[in-house]
Structures are given as C-alpha cells and as structure tokens.
T-cell receptor, first 112, second 113 residues
Framework: QKEVEQNSGPLSVPEGAIASLNCTYS??????FFWYRQYSGKSPELIMS????GDKEDGRFTAQLNKASQYVSLLIRDSQPSDSATYLCAVSRNTGFQKLVFGTGTRLLVSP | DTAVSQTPKYLVTQMGNDKSIKCEQNLGHDTMYWYKQDSKKFLKIMFSYNNKELIINETVPNRFSPKSPDKAHLNLHINSLELGDSAVYFC????????????FGEGSRLTVL
C-alpha cells in the first residue's frame, strides 16, 4: 500500500464546475497535509495546507481533512481552464525536520 | 531573481557515466532537499540538509552522493548512471520547520541512454 494514494485521473470537468480531488494516506501519525499544484513541465507549488479536521477555505479552493478516515480532499469551485494541472497531495508526520511524502497526483482537465 | 535555481536543466548521458546537478537558493532558507520525480509523476524525497548537515537520507543507492558546501547550496552527484536513474530531479528549500511549504527549483531532467 502506498503511503499517499490519489486517483491519477484525468479528472475532466467543464469550466465553472466544482472539481473534487481526493487523497488517502496510510500513516495515522500524519499531522500536516498539503496540496501542491504542478503544471506540465513545471515545478510543484503549494496552494493549500490543512492541519486540523474540517474545512479550510482560500478563495476558490477548499481543503477538507478527516483524520479518522485518513482522507484529505481539495475542492476547486468555479473551475477555470487555467486550473488544468496535476494536483499533488502531501503529508507529514511533523517529527523533527519536515519530510513531505507525496502522492502520485491527480491530473485535472478543465474544458472551456 | 530566481529563488531556487538548478543547473543543468537538461542532461542526456550514457549509462555508466558520472554526472552532477547543482542547486542554489537565495531565500536564506536553512533546509534543502533533493526530490526525484519519475515518469509517473511520483515525487520521492531523496535527501535533506539543514545548515550543511544531512538530516534525511532515504533508501537511495549509494551511487547518489549529496553535498552541501554551505546552507545556500546543495549538489547531487551520481556515479555509474543507470537507465532507471532517468527522471526529473527537483531541488527544494524551506525556511521554517514544519510549515510544509517547499520552494522548488525548475527541475533537472536527466535522461540516461
């Protein structure tokens, strides 16, 4: 079992729709959870972080965390073609120095 | 102006050769990393240095040797290159422990023929 699992996609949504990206993790000791966006041929960039159960909203993005179910999700409202990218889920145990474990990413395609 | 810069961006070489990738960050960060991203986009941590000290060393073949001459630089030397080493190697840095925000370089695409 992989430490962080994501559906590779592609997830296709029409412009203006809500895109829902999911991630599960195996390490119950994980304390910090992140979503990175990676455009094709580019480097990953952090878009959301979440540390406690519940929802965290930032603009069109909402991260959701359920530690009991070991589940993290990212909702993108009013999806735009510019949101088309691979979204990487990452988790950390927060023990000592930061060690992020990444999932393989979900490719999102937003069609005009 | 580039925060985390890597050289070279592209590297094509033959099996058995030795190559190096260099990384420099001008963010004043204390911690730097090497990540490997394979063809399936899986981003896996290889090494991490904090103030020139090795703090994370994943199960990486000892053909890979990182070196940090100072906290702004982290290099990766690879001996006896193999086909499976073909990947994009990302350097990253972070300034504050436990924030999870890694600043990545543009990546170095290594192709071993």
């Amino acid at each position: 079992q992989k430490e962080v699992e994501q559906n590779s996609g592609p997830l296709s949504v029409p412009e203006g729709a809500i895109a829902s990206l999911n991630c599960t993790y195996s390490d119950r000791g994980s304390q910090s959870f992140f979503w990175y966006r990676q455009y094709s041929g580019k480097s990953p960039e952090l878009i959301m972080s979440i540390y406690s159960n519940g929802d965290k909203e930032d603009g069109r993005f909402t991260a959701q965390l359920n530690k009991a179910s070991q589940y993290v999700s990212l909702l993108i409202r009013d999806s735009q073609p510019s949101d088309s990218a691979t979204y990487l889920c990452a988790v950390s145990r927060n023990t000592g120095f930061q060690k992020l474990v990444f999932g393989t990413g979900t490719r999102l395609l937003v069609s005009p | 102006d580039t925060a985390v810069s890597q050289t070279p961006k592209y590297l094509v070489t033959q099996m058995g050769n030795d190559k190096s990738i260099k990384c420099e960050q001008n963010l004043g960060h204390d911690t730097m990393y090497w990540y490997k991203q394979d063809s399936k986009k899986f981003l896996k941590i290889m090494f991490s240095y904090n103030n020139k000290e090795l703090i994370i060393n994943e199960t990486v073949p000892n053909r890979f040797s990182p070196k940090s001459p100072d906290k702004a630089h982290l290099n990766l030397h690879i001996n006896s290159l193999e086909l499976g080493d073909s990947a994009v190697y990302f350097c990253a840095s972070t300034g504050t422990v436990n924030t999870g925000e890694l600043f990545f370089g543009e990546g170095s695409r290594l192709t071993v023929l």
